[in-house]
């Protein structure tokens, strides 16, 4: 109780944002926004300033959106530019969190500052959100708090974390537009199925002749999908749900997942590549902190982001445990390409492997950036290829009876 109660006064009390508006030594009609603990204070600074305040509320924290990782990125990178410029820790994190148009963030920002003001340490509070800073944020935070250097820390965290999220926008890049052409595409046929092909159904009632093959076939699609478009959409809606929350609970098939992910044509290489990028970022960035290699292969396979990787990492953390060199162990694990192998040996036979490690994942990433690239524009007239025949397919067959229909008048 009495460390609770110590730790309450070392807080200080909690200052909230107040909107003020009243009018100036010439009359003249001012608003703004001041930082305080009380509507009365803020009258007082305002008197000071020659400002008679009529009325001043406490304004309500902005609306709060989902902490995204790039968020929490951006966090590490100001805080290290704040660092670097001599600004306090504490006081950082205030200016930090001023800054911020995120209920949520600003909420989480100010947490820490709290516990960091009470006595607590920088990583000892980020670990006590494990949701928004994973073990190795939290690991290499500790190390620069041991080692006097959290503003070098801060710059490694934020340039890691910074990489990261630049290739997860590749990949997504990759993997997004291809999926988003074909769900409209399906929206679109489904649509023209629906709507479009019965309107020509009902002229073609009165020809009196046989139709051709290919329209029957539309026809017979189109009352289908009438009749069962809902329940065909909520069997997608369904799959799609269960799918994501079989990934999220089941480990089993997430695992399966990513093995499958690997082996698909051209998207495969790509993962493979942003993969082992990831590997040497991070590798390279513990490293670098002086992080022990063991413990550094640990946070490697958390953050590898496929199962495969990960579970080759973790054999390769036990070998190099049991004494063999980290460039024969990875070698051993056969899913690492040659030239990161290559470059593993370099760094430890010339007792540079974070520079080595660093060059590989520059190069990676530029590799993988150049695949999504090269990726996108084969997949450009696969897929306009495929609207063409799916909408193209749909008004052949229905104008085909008519074009028949005027060569035989």
């Keep these: ?75 590490t990178r100001q805080m290290a530019t ?39 340490g920088f990583a000892a509070a980020l670990k006590k959100h494990p949701k928004f800073f994973d073990e190795l944020t939290c690991s290499l935070v500790d190390a620069g708090e041991q ?25 997504k890049k990759a993997l997004t ?17 629906v709507k479009v092909v019965p309107v020509f159904a009902e002229t073609f009632s009165s020809f009196g002749a046989d139709l051709p093959a290919f329209t029957l076939f539309v026809l017979n699609l ?10 065909i959409f909520a ?37 493979q590549e942003a993969v082992v990028a990831r590997f040497s970022r991070t590798l390279s960035t513990t490293f670098a ?10 946070s490697v396979a958390g953050a590898a982001g496929n199962a495969v990787y ?12 049991s004494g063999v060199q980290l460039n024969v162990a990875m070698k051993q694990s056969g899913v690492f390409p040659t030239l990161i192998l290559q470059m593993c040996t370099i760094g430890e036979e010339s007792g540079a492997l974070d520079a080595m490690l660093e060059k590989s994942a520059i190069h990676y990433e530029e590799s993988v950036d150049n695949a999504v690239d090269n990726l996108t524009s084969l997949l450009e007239p696969f897929i306009m290829s495929v609207l063409g025949i799916l909408v193209g397919g749909l008004m052949i067959a229905m104008y085909l009876p008519i074009f028949q229909l005027g060569s035989v008048v």
Aim: avoid cysteine.
């Design 147 to 171: 080692a006097g250097a959290l503003e070098t820390m801060l710059d490694r965290v934020a340039t890691y974390k910074e990489k990261t999220e630049a290739l997860k926008a590749k990949i």
């Design 82 to 120: 704040m660092m670097k410029a001599g600004v306090p820790l504490v006081q950082s994190f205030e200016l930090v969190a001023e800054g911020s148009d995120n209920g949520n963030i600003t909420t989480l920002i100010n947490g820490i500052r709290d516990e960091v003001s009470a006595g607590g």
């Design 310 to 321: 990960r579970d080759a990492i973790h054999g390769i953390r036990d070998n190099v445990t």
């Design 222 to 231: 189109s009352k289908a999908a009438q009749k069962y478009w809902l329940p």
């Design 177 to 193: 537009y291809p999926i988003s052409v074909l769900v409209v595409a399906f929206v679109v046929t489904t649509i023209l199925l």
């Design 1 to 75: 109780m009495a460390t609770a109660a110590k730790a309450k006064a070392k807080k200080g009390p909690q200052k909230h944002t107040f909107a003020w508006e009243g009018k100036d030594k010439a009359g003249k009609l001012v608003r703004g926004e001041m930082t305080s603990q009380s509507q009365q204070l803020v009258k007082t600074q305002l008197r000071k300033q020659g400002i008679n305040a009529s009325k001043v509320r406490k304004k309500r924290p902005p609306r709060g959106k989902p902490i995204k990782p790039a968020d929490i990125a951006l966090f």
């Design 289 to 298: 902190a002086g992080v022990p290699l063991v413990e550094a292969l640990d």
């Design 235 to 271: 069997a997608v809606a369904i799959f799609g749900y269960t799918f994501s929350q079989m990934r999220q609970r089941s480990q089993a098939f997430s695992d399966l997942v990513d093995r499958y992910m690997l082996k698909i044509p051209g998207i495969g290489a790509v993962l």
